[in-house]
């Protein structure tokens, strides 16, 4: 996979940063108490690193001709089948047919092995950039998301399937819209 081995580097590369900071700052023969990183270092790291996401999600759709589309959140979107069903809303219950992989093509979860996803939709529970893609679909539509790490399972993964940091990519189609 593109993006584990990149992330791992770029994470060995801040730590190592922080520790020949802390290393370099001590005098001999004197204690020093470690400088402490700042909310603004970290803020530099994540802007830096949620850059890299982009770039690499820019290239995996540019590779493939996809032409995709992005929210202000950073989510890619490819709406591929229009539906002509109700509208998703917030508090409306749906259920999706799904196909989730990674950047490697590797497929992490189907709908076919783990039967469709039922939500409620503004409620948690699922990943923030599929909540926010499905805000934009009906009933019958047919799309592709493509989730940076801080829309999907952040820094660590699901603890299963979908490694830490990963780029997520859910193909889905809405098979239901319950308003209740």
Not at 119 to 146: C, N, P, Q, S, Y
């Amino acid at each position: 996979m593109q993006t584990k081995p990149f992330s791992s580097i770029i994470i060995l590369q801040l730590f190592l940063l922080l520790l020949f900071s802390y290393c370099g700052n001590r005098s001999s023969g004197e204690e020093q108490q470690p400088h402490p990183v700042s909310g603004e270092d970290m803020l530099r790291a994540n802007q830096f690193l949620t850059g890299k996401d982009m770039d690499l999600i820019e290239a995996y759709a540019k590779r493939r001709n996809w032409d995709v589309e992005f929210t202000g959140t950073g989510l890619g979107f490819q709406i591929h089948h229009q539906g002509n069903g109700e509208q998703v809303t917030r508090g409306t219950d749906i259920t999706i047919e799904y196909v989730v992989s990674l950047l490697d093509g590797r497929v992490c979860y189907t709908s076919e092995e783990e039967g469709p996803k039922t939500f409620r939709v503004g409620r948690g529970g699922v990943e923030t950039g599929l909540e926010e893609g499905v805000l934009m679909l009906r009933k019958g539509d047919k799309a592709r998301f493509i989730l940076p790490p801080f829309l999907a399972h952040g820094l660590i993964g699901d603890q299963d399937r979908i490694p830490p940091r990963a780029v997520v990519i859910y193909e889905v189609e809405v098979i239901g819209v319950d308003r209740r």
